[in-house]
């Protein structure tokens, strides 16, 4: 499995903005995605948004389409989720994830928690109204 490392979560008022980080270990392959998800108290994880490592590809939940914006750096193996005018509803332990080694994610199920098996240990964001 990718070991997954996750920071740059925090407390923030509505509005303010938030850049989460995830590093890879490595990558299982050249061209697959990676993602991001979040997880309140007593809700399901949900997908939140993911890239396609190979040509940058970006896919978003609806709920954060316009705010969120991810993006890679290939050469770090690090993959980034810039928040912007973030909600009290967006407070939530926010995950990165990949899938398994050659295991190929169809763009419809890219932001499906049951199509990953690497994730990291998770980072808090916190927004206050």
């Known amino acids: 499995q990718v070991q997954l490392v996750e920071s740059g979560g925090d407390s923030v008022q509505a509005g303010g903005s938030l850049r989460l980080s995830c590093a890879a270990s490595e990558y299982t392959h050249s061209r697959h995605y990676m993602a991001w998800f979040r997880q309140a108290p007593g809700k399901e994880r949900e997908g939140v948004a993911a890239?396609?490592?190979?040509?940058?590809?970006?896919y978003y939940a609806d709920s954060v389409k316009g705010r969120f914006t991810i993006s890679l750096d290939n050469a770090k193996k690090t993959v980034y989720l810039q928040m912007n005018s973030l909600k009290p509803e967006d407070t939530a332990m926010y995950y990165c994830?990949?899938?398994?080694?050659?295991?190929?994610?169809?763009?419809?199920?890219?932001?499906?928690?049951?199509?990953?098996?690497?994730w990291g240990q998770g980072t808090q964001a916190t927004v206050s109204s």
């Open positions: 890239i396609y490592t190979a040509d940058g590809d970006t």
């Open positions: 994830a990949a899938p398994a080694p050659g295991v190929w994610v169809v763009p419809r199920d890219v932001l499906i928690p049951d199509e990953y098996n690497s």
